[in-house]
């Protein structure tokens, strides 16, 4: 399958669509737990403050951050979750039933063709969502990012990504190239659907690139590492232009 193919719209789509029956329990199977962790930290890396926020969960999947973001007493004027997968935003919906007193929507939409308003967004974060696009939508992303942000907004993103010591490489990626499928027909009875994200993660590397396009789209971020590099992440913020 050619590389073009596999970062196609419709296909990540489809490709979740059939994955979201047991996805979040072989994510949390194929971290070891981890996954948890780091959506936690990744939320943590924003300064919430005191302050309400607009909030926005980019490839918010089946909605595994809102709980996240709404704890320690943290003030959220609204949550968007955006996605392009139907299976996943309907168990998002469906998760949701259960907390009514959540101040959440979700969208149905691709983020590089997006309707949501400029500078309209206090924070964004993203866990385990950039390793789907190519090297040249993430630039498209990270344009679009620094578009909806406030000036002054904040935000974080996380991934799954590839160790740099050998100790931890080698392993990571025979776990990548067969363990996890093993997992995905345990649970799928398929294990080429969940080898994609094997292809996904070895694909994307580290977060680092991502790092270089938020600064080209003027964002001031910091590139971070979460036990020893098996996820990285981006935090920063807009920064407010200087009066004259």
Same mark, same amino acid.
């Given at each position: 399958?050619?590389?073009?193919?596999?970062?196609?719209?419709? !296909?990540?789509?489809?490709?979740?669509d059939?994955?979201?029956?047991?996805?979040g329990?072989?994510?949390?199977?194929?971290? !070891?737990?981890?996954?948890? @962790?780091?959506?936690?930290?990744?939320?943590?890396?924003?300064?919430?403050?005191?302050?309400t926020?607009? *909030? /926005?969960?980019? #490839?918010?999947?089946?909605?595994?951050?809102?709980?996240?973001?709404? &704890?320690?007493?943290?003030?959220?004027?609204? +949550? $968007?979750?955006?996605?392009?997968? *139907?299976e996943?935003n309907? @168990?998002?919906? =469906?998760?949701l039933?259960?907390?009514?007193?959540?101040?959440?929507?979700?969208r149905?939409?691709?983020?590089?063709?997006?309707?949501?308003?400029?500078?309209? *967004?206090?924070?964004?974060v &993203?866990?385990f969502?950039?390793k $789907? /696009?190519?090297?040249?939508?993430?630039?498209?992303?990270?344009?679009?990012?620094?578009?909806?942000?406030?000036p002054g907004?904040?935000? &974080?993103?996380?991934?799954?990504?590839?160790?740099?010591?050998w100790?931890?490489?080698?392993?990571?990626?025979?776990?990548?190239k067969?363990? +996890?499928?093993? +997992?995905?027909?345990? /649970? #799928?009875?398929?294990?080429?659907?969940?080898? #994609?994200?094997? @292809?996904?993660?070895?694909?994307?590397? $580290?977060?680092?690139?991502?790092q270089?396009?938020?600064?080209?789209?003027?964002?001031?971020?910091?590139y @971070?590492?979460?036990? /020893?590099?098996? =996820? $990285?992440?981006?935090?920063?913020?807009?920064?407010?232009?200087?009066? *004259?």
């Open positions: 399958m050619s590389s073009d193919k596999i970062y196609n719209e419709a !296909f990540v789509g489809n490709l979740f059939r994955m979201a029956r047991t996805y329990i072989v994510n949390y199977l194929a971290s !070891f737990g981890f996954s948890e @962790r780091w959506r936690r930290q990744c939320v943590d890396e924003i300064h919430w403050g005191d302050d926020h607009v *909030v /926005f969960d980019l #490839m918010s999947g089946m909605g595994e951050c809102w709980g996240i973001i709404q &704890s320690r007493g943290r003030t959220v004027e609204r +949550i $968007t979750g955006v996605d392009i997968s *139907v996943m309907r @168990r998002a919906a =469906a998760n039933e259960k907390r009514p007193d959540w101040p959440v929507e979700i149905q939409e691709n983020i590089l063709q997006n309707s949501i308003p400029p500078g309209s *967004v206090d924070v964004l &993203s866990a969502g950039l $789907t /696009f190519s090297e040249h939508q993430l630039e498209r992303l990270a344009v679009e990012m620094s578009r909806i942000l406030k907004g904040q935000l &974080s993103v996380v991934e799954i990504s590839t160790p740099k010591g100790l931890l490489r080698l392993p990571y990626l025979f776990y990548l067969w363990i +996890i499928p093993v +997992i995905g027909a345990l /649970f #799928m009875g398929n294990p080429d659907t969940y080898s #994609m994200l094997g @292809r996904y993660c070895v694909n994307f590397g $580290t977060c680092e690139k991502f270089e396009m938020l600064q080209k789209a003027g964002l001031d971020v910091t @971070r590492e979460y036990f /020893f590099g098996c =996820a $990285t992440g981006v935090v920063g913020r807009k920064t407010v232009p200087a009066l *004259v």
